[in-house]
Structure formats: structure tokens, C-alpha cells
């Protein structure tokens, strides 16, 4: 009787649910984190389980229970149910993997841009937030083993990657499809995925990343595309600093496409919209 029972529920109604959810999930995590860890962001390990406890409740649980509340079918309505060629699939890697350096020097310009002095005080504190996370970030990818670089690809890459695409497009942008049309959906729901992430210097990058994630799911109306995008990009991410941090020679992968490299970003630019233009012409033509 529960299932779907809020399906006919107005664009408002389902804002309203969704806070609702929320505010209830932010309280539950709140519970969890002070009893299971000692909430100490200096010790890794305890950030390690705030960030899962955060990922399985606020962006899996809350998704999941939201579709289970809009729908008799609750994984057809966050689009899980369909599926692609394998090609499809590589595709989608291989769009990931080449958009590195361009999306790097994209991150650069958007490190460039200065406020004006009158919201100095606003500057710096963006800047203290990112600095902040930033270093969260690197303590919690400083490992040395294959076993807590398997935890971190699932808690940073897969949890993420499934979480976020859950919540940001299995739910936004498709209540905000059902509002307005689905394109300004899409756009709507990457900014304020880029948005929530409390890092203005990667505030642009974030914001084309997670507009194209949008575009995966209406061009193929199947949300395990962005899923897989939004993992590799994390994963990549974790993958290379393990190796740097452990002693591998090869380039910081923030760079490529930067300075020196700056044709890359060019190069990357042109193979990127080769790839994205040939993964939507085939997604068009298995419709």
C-alpha cells in the first residue's frame, strides 16, 4: 500500500517530500556518525566512515525510498531497467578518459577567476572551505595497500558514482523534467550537483560533468550510463594518485592538458566531441 502511494503527488508536493526526506536522513546520519566514529576529521579512517554512512543514507537510501514513494516500480522510474550495446558502454569510457585534459584546463581557468574586493571576505572563505577538502581528499587517497585502494575505489568511485547519479539525476532532474522541459532539467540538476560539492574553484568543470551525465540518461533513458561515467571519472582519479603516491614515475594527473600540455586540452577537445557526437548518434539510432 506504501509503494507508489505518493505517485500523483504535484512538482511542489515532491520538493517538499524531498526536504522532508532529507531533513530525516541528515538527522539519521547525524545519529550514526556520532555513535559509530569519534568525529574526528584528522583521523582518516573516521572520515572514511562518515563519508560512507553519508553516501549509503543521503544518496542511495533517500533515492531509493523517494522512487519507492513516486512509483508501483520504483527502479523503472529512476531508469534502471533498461540497457545498452556493450559499445555503448566503451564509449562512455573512452568519452571519460579523453575529456581529462580539456576538463583539467577548464579547472585551471575556473582557478583564475577573482571576486571583487567588496566579497573578499566571501573569496576567502571558498578558498578555506576547498583548501580544506582538498586535503581530506589527499589523507584519504594516501594508501599503500591493494586492499585500502579497493576500498577507496568503492567508497569514492562506485558508492559516489552510484549515489549521486541516483539522487542528482534518478531524482532532480527528473522531478524538474516533470516541471519544465528536459533540458533546462538537465542543466538545472548538474548545477546544483556542482553546487552542493562546496568547491567554487571547480565549480565549472563540475558543472559540464554533470550536465553531460544528464545528457546520458535522456539520449538512452538509462541511468546506468551516467553511473558508469560518473565511476571512471572518480576512479581515474583514484587510480593515478595511488600510483604517484606509491612511487610510480608518471604525470600528475591534474596537469595533463595545463601549461606544457595545453594541446593536449585541445586535442582532448575535439576527440571529446567526436566521441560524445558518435555516442548520442548511436543511442538515437537504438531508439
Known sequence: M???????????????????????????????TTL???????????????????SLILFVGSPLLLAFL??????????????????????????MMAALPFINLITELNRQISLPDSFAPIENWMKATELQLEQITMKMMAVHSITDLIF?????????????????RGILQKIF??????????????????????????????LLLGAFFGYLLFWSGNLGLP?????????????????????????DLDTIGTGDTLYLAAISFVVTVFLIYSTRKKLQNLL
Do not use: C
Open 152 to 168: 577507496n575505489l568503492l567508497l569514492v568511485a562506485v558508492l559516489a558514482g552510484l549515489g549521486e547519479e541516483f539522487f542528482f
Open 36 to 54: 559509530l566514529t569519534d568525529s574526528d576529521l584528522n583521523n582518516i579512517n573516521t572520515v572514511k566512515r562518515m563519508q560512507l554512512i553519508q
Open 2 to 32: 506504501i509503494k507508489g502511494s505518493l505517485q500523483n503527488t504535484s512538482f511542489l508536493g515532491k520538493i517538499v517530500q524531498l526536504f522532508a526526506v532529507l531533513f530525516f536522513a541528515i538527522i539519521l546520519i547525524t545519529t550514526l
Open 177 to 206: 523534467g516533470e516541471w519544465r522541459n528536459a533540458i533546462l532539467a538537465i542543466w538545472m540538476a548538474a548545477f546544483i550537483f556542482s553546487a552542493i560539492h562546496l568547491q567554487f574553484y571547480g565549480f565549472f568543470p563540475r
Open 227 to 251: 553511473i558508469l561515467a560518473h565511476t571512471v571519472n572518480n576512479g581515474l582519479a583514484v587510480l593515478f594518485y595511488y600510483l604517484k603516491f606509491n612511487g610510480v614515475k608518471m604525470p
Open 70 to 95: 513516486w512509483s508501483d516500480k520504483p527502479l523503472i522510474y529512476l531508469q534502471l531497467k533498461t540497457s545498452n550495446k556493450p559499445s555503448i558502454y566503451l564509449l562512455v569510457i573512452l568519452t
